[in-house]
Structures are given as structure tokens and as C-alpha cells.
């Protein structure tokens, strides 16, 4: 079983960026693709990138494409995601999360497809 934690959350004005990574362990990195979630209160766990076991294939939610990029250093058990031209809306608890799968990657866009979850990083964007 993979443990996930989060670092890298905090405030920032809108227009500037943030470097958000998840550091794995426990597990055998290589064997998961992995994924970036964001919360809001009161609303559904959403997608925002999931790259693959590789690094090879990446996916990013409509809002958050050619601002947003996601990497992994396997060597690290490490994956990122760089947030560029932040936006208020924004604004939310990002948490990393962890999936054995080798397929197609839009398969994982929804929560309940992830296998293993952080506890999550609050990132404040103010205006």
C-alpha cells in the first residue's frame, strides 16, 4: 500500500505560481499512475491532470490546460504539478492521488477511479 503526502500549498496572488509535489512511499512507484484532485466546500472531489506510470502520457482538466503542468521523477517516487497564472478559482485543497492502472488514462478523471489518496494541500489564490 502507497502512502501519499503533500507539501508545496499556500497563498498567492493571482497571476503568480505555485509547485505542488507528492512524495510516495511504501509502494512501488513505478506501478501507479498518478493523479491531481481538487476540493472546494460543499463540492465533489474534481480532476485537474493525471499523468501515467511513466511520465510518458499526461491529461488535464479544460480549466487548468497550457497553466497547469504535471510531472514525475520516478527516481524521487515524486509527482508534481506546476500551477502557472493562478486564478482565484483556484482556490481549493489540491490532494494527490495514486492508481494501478496501465490503460488509458481518461479512465481515471473521476475520484472514486483513484486507489490511494494524500491529505491534502490548501492553495489560496487571493485577487
Known amino acids: 500500500q502507497v502512502q501519499l503526502v503533500e507539501s508545496g500549498g499556500g497563498l498567492v496572488q493571482a497571476g503568480g505560481s505555485l509547485r505542488l509535489s507528492c512524495a510516495a512511499s511504501?509502494?512501488?512507484?513505478?506501478?501507479?499512475?498518478m493523479g491531481w484532485f481538487k476540493q472546494t466546500p460543499g463540492k465533489e472531489r474534481e480532476f485537474v491532470a493525471v499523468?501515467?506510470?511513466?511520465?510518458?502520457?499526461?491529461i488535464y482538466a479544460n480549466p487548468v490546460k497550457g497553466r497547469f503542468t504535471i510531472s514525475r521523477d520516478n527516481a524521487k517516487n515524486t509527482v508534481y504539478l506546476q500551477m502557472n497564472t493562478l486564478k482565484p478559482e483556484d482556490t481549493a485543497v489540491y490532494y494527490c492521488?495514486?492508481?494501478?492502472?496501465?490503460?488509458?488514462?481518461?479512465?481515471?478523471?473521476?475520484?472514486?477511479?483513484?486507489?490511494?489518496w494524500g491529505k491534502g494541500t490548501m492553495v489560496t489564490v487571493s485577487v
Open positions: 511504501g509502494g512501488t512507484f513505478t506501478n501507479y499512475a
Open positions: 499523468i501515467s506510470y511513466s511520465g510518458g502520457s499526461t
Open positions: 492521488a495514486a492508481a494501478t492502472w496501465f490503460g488509458d488514462l481518461r479512465e481515471l478523471k473521476t475520484y472514486n477511479a483513484m486507489d490511494y
